[in-house]
């Protein structure tokens, strides 16, 4: 099932089992379609939104409103965001009367036009070579246009529009909420996706070779719990000022261990140094640090 058709009915789920009354659904704009926005809107869900919008389907942005100009403002992003520095101005815009909230990021714009670039570049080259194979591949046929008798030349007209998008991205809201949050609230969808990162990943929930409903629902379950332990290991070294990757988190610690050693006939055992990330993440936790020397026991 697509994603523009389950929002509404996980949302629906979402009200009714843990009784909230009061929700914000942020969404890119992959999540939403027509249908789902005049649901949104209409007064029986009762739902604020922070939604991403699809540029070059409206009009009103097609046709140059993107201008990024001094009414811009910078926005500074809290201390829980420094996973995501890049440098961000927005501006808050109304139009045929529906909010939106302009969003440019400097960096990603220097990044948009030099990967534009090299596309073009690339394509000027092919372009000789064999047209009919270049029209097959997304990435350059959006820079194509047909010079008749069957053959293609670029759209020099498409790639100046396209550059009045380096950077930059819309969202519309219902929220009565600063320009500057409700930009952050949005990029904090970045959290979810580095979660399902994990999941994936980090902790390799895939492959499922089982038949079971049970049994699935447990394979599932224990990447979850990890995954809770993983971000409250990331977190709460955060909360005190500090961060580390986890990779870190995961290594250091596990190289703390204690050796035992004999001294003028007196058997002591000593515990290794504290590498890394290691004394921040034992302090976060709330572990104690184990004493340097200690007599050896039975």
């Known amino acids: 099932m697509t994603d523009v058709t389950t929002l509404l009915p996980v949302v629906r789920r979402l009200k009714d089992r843990f009784r909230i009354d009061s929700v914000c659904i942020v969404a890119d704009r992959g999540m939403v379609g027509k249908d789902t926005m005049e ?6 869900l009762d739902l604020n939104y922070i939604l991403g919008v699809r540029m070059r389907s409206v009009a009103t942005f097609r ?21 995501d520095p890049s ?18 990021n400097e960096e990603q714009a220097r990044k948009d036009a030099h990967d534009r670039a090299a596309i073009v570049e690339s394509l000027r080259d092919k372009l000789a070579q064999s047209e009919r194979n270049l029209v097959g591949n997304n990435g350059y046929r959006k820079y194509l246009q047909d010079s008749g008798g069957n053959h293609f030349a670029i759209d020099e007209e498409k790639i100046r529009r396209e550059g009045k998008y380096d950077g930059i991205w819309v969202l519309t809201t219902n929220m009565r909420l600063g320009a500057p949050e409700i930009a952050l609230h ?9 979660v399902f990162r994990s999941v994936k990943a980090v902790l390799a929930t895939r492959p499922i070779h089982h038949q079971l409903d049970g049994t699935i629902r447990g394979h599932v379950f224990c990447p979850f719990l990890a995954l809770m332990l993983l971000k409250e290991l990331e977190s709460r070294p955060d909360r005190r000022g500090v961060r580390f990757e986890w ?6 610690p596990a190289a703390l261990g204690e050796v035992e050693v ?23 936790v ?13």
């Open 186 to 194: 949005y990029k904090e969808l970045w959290m979810v996706e580095d």
């Open 87 to 104: 440098p961000l101005k927005v501006s808050d815009r109304v139009i045929d009367g529906k909010r939106y909230v302009i969003c440019f």
């Open 63 to 83: 046709d140059g409103a993107l201008t990024v100009g001094n009414d811009f403002i910078e926005v500074t992003p809290p201390r829980k965001c420094t996973k």
């Open 262 to 284: 004999e001294f003028e006939g007196n058997t002591m055992r000593l515990r290794t140094d504290l590498r890394g990330s290691c004394n921040e993440v034992l302090k976060a």
């Open 247 to 252: 990779e870190d988190i995961k290594r250091d």
């Open 39 to 44: 649901k949104l809107e209409g007064e029986e």
């Open 286 to 298: 709330g572990v104690a640090i184990p004493p340097t020397v200690l007599p050896s026991q039975e």
